[in-house]
């Protein structure tokens, strides 16, 4: 019957959305559950039928509810700098994307043997397009199509790892900083964020993860109050209200001191600190005044700035700034004593400011 509708099991649930507790209410004996975490989080496994250790019938019944497949791969970019963009599609049509950044190559010892491996990062999306509307971002173009489904989150990371054989038990970084805004999808994405953190699935433990938010205050304050120990990204972008307000129109709901006051009372993991993101827009934001007010703005928070080149796309009125104003912008910062580094232009071959591979796609450029 699945198969007249969609080949890709519409009518099932996605088996990614529970969590093992939720999964061990609906299989039993309950250890059961453990072992498909396993073959779906360390083996990849892609349907149940590879699931050998479990009973023929449980199989069975697995198949008939769920679906281990939620997205299809559509294309994947590849960067010089080794950094991977994938577009997916999910069960109705809609695509996102998520990159495998590589922080570090691996280096190797005289005698060949390996000094330090690479470093894996992996930037995840939360919607299908975005309500927020921010001026300068592709994503926002497209408008705001539904949520994820916390299984949908997940699925981009596990697709991700097989895809370029990451053994289960290598050290991943996330961050939500794809598509869409998560701390409008904030049920979904805190339960993703706890299924990544499984120890019997993915076990990237929270502190490992970091959510990027245009700055929903109340929603920041919720989520400190959960306690999961994720870190915390501003895409701050402006120092006073009038200007943010004209990149980011959500800034009349939520000003940048509602933020700072939320920020505030966020709980920080002792050894990490609160990243702000400031996109740097060449003749907008890009003058040492604001890098002065920024330095006042901080003031008594464990902040890091993390300093973003403008990636210009086709129809953009905004321009990157030039490497010289960046670095006056940052050593005016770090000799200050702010933490304040620059993001390197991972990926910029390939478009790696999200949003900007799936427009390629809808435009039939790729
Ligand atoms: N909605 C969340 C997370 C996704 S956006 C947020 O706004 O934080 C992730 C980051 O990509 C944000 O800091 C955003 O400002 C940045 N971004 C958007 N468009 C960009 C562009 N054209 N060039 C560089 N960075 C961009
Ligand atoms: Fe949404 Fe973030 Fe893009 Fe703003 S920058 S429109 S919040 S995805």
Redesign the pocket.
């Known amino acids: 019957m699945y198969s007249i509708i969609n080949k890709r099991d519409v009518m099932k649930k996605t088996i990614q959305d529970l969590t093992k507790e939720e999964l061990a209410q609906s299989v039993k004996p309950a250890f059961r559950a453990k072992q498909i975490y396993h073959w779906i989080y360390h083996k990849y496994a892609t349907s149940f039928d590879e699931m050998k250790n479990l009973p023929k019938e449980l199989r069975e019944k697995l198949n008939e509810t769920y679906t281990v497949s939620p997205l299809k791969q559509l294309t994947v970019q590849n960067s010089k700098d080794g950094s991977r963009k994938y577009l997916y599609e999910l069960h109705d049509g809609h695509t996102v994307e998520a990159v495998l950044l590589l922080m570090r190559d691996t280096e190797y010892h005289e005698d060949g043997s390996v000094k330090h491996q690479e470093r894996y990062t992996v930037c995840i999306s939360s919607q299908v397009g ?1 309500k ?3 001026a300068f ?1 592709l ?2 173009k497209g408008g705001f199509m539904r949520n994820l489904t916390a299984g949908e989150i997940v699925e981009q990371v596990r697709l991700i790892k097989k895809d370029n054989n990451i053994a289960a038990n290598r050290r991943v970084n996330l961050v939500y900083m794809g ?3 998560p701390l409008d999808n904030l049920e979904s994405v805190t339960k993703s964020v706890k299924i990544f953190a499984d120890k019997e699935g993915m076990a990237i433990a929270t502190h490992r993860q970091t959510i990027s938010t ?1 700055g929903l205050s109340s929603k920041i304050e919720r989520l400190g109050k959960m306690e999961l120990g994720i870190n915390l990204a501003i ?1 701050l972008h402006a120092v006073d209200d009038a200007l943010r307000q004209t990149l ?1 129109p ?1 800034n009349k709901a939520y000003n940048i001191a509602s933020i700072i006051t939320a920020v505030k009372n966020f709980p920080v993991n002792d050894r990490k600190r609160v990243m702000f993101e400031y996109l740097v827009i060449k003749d907008v934001n890009d003058d040492i005044g604001a890098a002065k007010k920024l330095l006042s703005l901080l003031d008594g928070i464990k902040a890091k700035v993390n300093l973003i080149y403008f990636n210009p796309y086709g129809g953009t009125e905004f321009r990157r700034p030039s490497e010289a104003d960046m670095h006056k912008f940052q050593e005016y910062l770090t000799k200050r004593g702010l933490h304040c580094t620059i993001r390197e232009s991972k990926g910029l071959d390939i478009s790696a400011a999200c ?1 900007q591979l799936r427009e390629q796609e809808l435009e039939g450029e790729v």
């Open positions: 975005c927020v509307g921010c971002c994503t926002a598509m869409g805004e245009s895409s980011m959500i949003g």
